[in-house]
């Protein structure tokens, strides 16, 4: 059973927003460590941006391998058939 691009799509937000959501807090943490201070404003944004990255980044890599993994199965299934 392969996953719908909607499924992906979807699937790839809710974990993107999840990553978000940690690496906001993360970086108002870490980055004063560094010497980088950062508002959480500025952060949001910066945030924001990686995260529309990130997002289609995620759906590309899932639907490439998701084809990938449909291509392999056809072939599986044609190769057993083949024996029959």
């Known amino acids: 059973m392969t996953q719908t691009r909607l ?3 979807i699937e ?5 927003i999840i990553g978000f959501a940690i690496n906001y807090v993360a970086n108002l ?14 952060n949001f944004l910066m945030g924001l941006l990686y ?3 990130s997002v289609a980044r995620s759906y590309c890599v899932r639907r490439w ?7 392999l199965a056809a072939t599986m299934a044609t ?6």
């Open 7 to 9: 499924g992906s799509l």
């Open 12 to 16: 790839t937000i809710i974990n993107t």
């Open 29 to 42: 943490l870490i980055l004063p460590l560094f010497g980088f201070h950062i508002t959480p404003g500025a």
């Open 51 to 53: 995260t529309v990255i």
């Open 65 to 71: 391998f998701n084809a990938r993994l449909q291509r």
């Open 79 to 84: 190769s057993i058939e083949a024996r029959q």
